[in-house]
């Protein structure tokens, strides 16, 4: 079945202690449709300016990726800077410019109506409602976020949470959002806010999932060098909701092993700046590293 | 078979934002050897002053450890007083008197120095040098360290390193050994300087081993609520070598589900102060737990 992904498309300029790397393929919706183009047809819905480099659009493509719902507008692509510190960890926001963002309102094609897997990747949460508010009954719904919109747009993410089957968020985000710093405590109170299924991201630490058949510890794929975690989130959830829709049998069971192969696709995100790397595997080098993990965390 | 632990036999004062514990048994000697005594009898080797209260003889005979390698020498048991912040996570050390531990010697009973299994918990270097030369070549000795040692005695830390099968360090201090801030790499570093098997902690992130048969990601029993950490490193290798000392098979194998034990245990002894939670376990508690865990990592 088939995946719509609405988010950011954006170009990244990422700077780390050894390179510079201007305007890479960026942005919440291209990492997570990449990642789920490994499981399942993905549509994309975003919108870029028209100094869109012609080669990412030719990336979507060569995954799969429908396009049907990626606005090209006159004016420029949203465009990010940020530098990361020595150890990789902490991440600064050097420039954000906004471009055709500005003022983009997702109109889905028709035919993305239907869609049953829907993600709402990382964007305003208004944005992710528009989106909602044009699906027919999806099978399942799953919203990301971030710490900006809970400081700024804390009312559209709590009336999201009501919308949606599960939430994924970062341990640092799911405290912040419950102001409890217990982070199986911080799972347990977010379900109270609307979501089934609560997904919180550790990072280099994995990842948890909490739903009504209990907790889920999800390791993280171990990597002895990271090149560049930009993205790494998006292409977990990216990764997880491509498995489940590529996916037979019970949703359950299924998502334990969506978590590991979101992972697993992250660790990869990480191992080059941007997509570079991403872009590069194909479906038998997530396999290998899933099963690697069944080896890592057997007893 | 039995184990032979040597390490610290403390008093603990510990102040929570929510409590003051004064004079707690504590000490790293005492809680591996309780979290070890479940699965294996033990033999502990420590000192303690004359005010050491009969009720914590009583709490280890209890547990069946052997004490005739415990001096109870003239003068003041070694006291530690420490305080917790909020979050649990940051502990500032306010008082430490040695007492009786400046001047000790380990001195092995004879019946002591054939002991298969041997865990040399955190102490000053030297004395766990002390205790290797007077040992009959062991079957397994597994050492533990922390920062201070490193920064005080770094010297007979790595010497110590040349002669011990495993060590375990947290991941601090297996940074600050190597000098390398991604922990898989700062544990095949580990390797050069002298153990087969190294062990490093990540609280409650879990923990990881690396060895000949390649790596194992340990998970952390999930808590949603922590009293007391003070111990639960100590917990967790003194569980570890127990489980060890008690199996049959190969210890590769072996090691992995004595990680598991060790994490348990570990988890209970974060539930209470001091000791108290763990002293009132019992194996089959442990058994659920490790049951439960393994269904929490399943995919």
Known sequence: MSVLVVGS?????????????????????????????????????????????????????????????????????FHWEGQYEVNMNNRRTLKTELGVFESFFPALPSAYRQTPYVLLANIAPLLQHHV???????????????????????????????RVDAVVLNDSEARQLTREDNVITAASRIHRLGPKYVLVKKGEHGSL??????????????????VDPTGAGDSFVGGLIGYLAGARGRLEANLRRAMVYGSVVAAFCCEGFGLTRTAKVTRRDIEARAMRLKDLVRF
């Open 9 to 77: 498309t954006a170009l990244d300029s990422i700077i780390t202690p050894k390179r510079q790397n201007p305007r890479l393929l960026g942005g919440s919706a291209s990492h997570a449709g990449v990642a789920a183009s490994f499981f399942a047809p993905v549509r994309l819905v975003g919108v870029v300016g028209d100094d869109f480099p012609r080669r990412y659009l030719a990336l979507y493509r060569r995954h799969g990726i429908d396009l049907a719902g990626l606005q090209i507008a006159p004016g420029k692509t």
């Open 132 to 162: 909602l508010d044009q699906m027919q009954r999806p099978k399942f719904v799953i919203a990301d976020t971030m710490d900006l919109w809970l400081n700024t747009a804390l009312a559209e993410v709590l009336r999201l949470l009501r």
């Open 209 to 226: 999932l909490s739903g009504p058949g209990g907790m889920f510890l999800c390791p993280a794929y171990p990597l002895d060098r990271v």
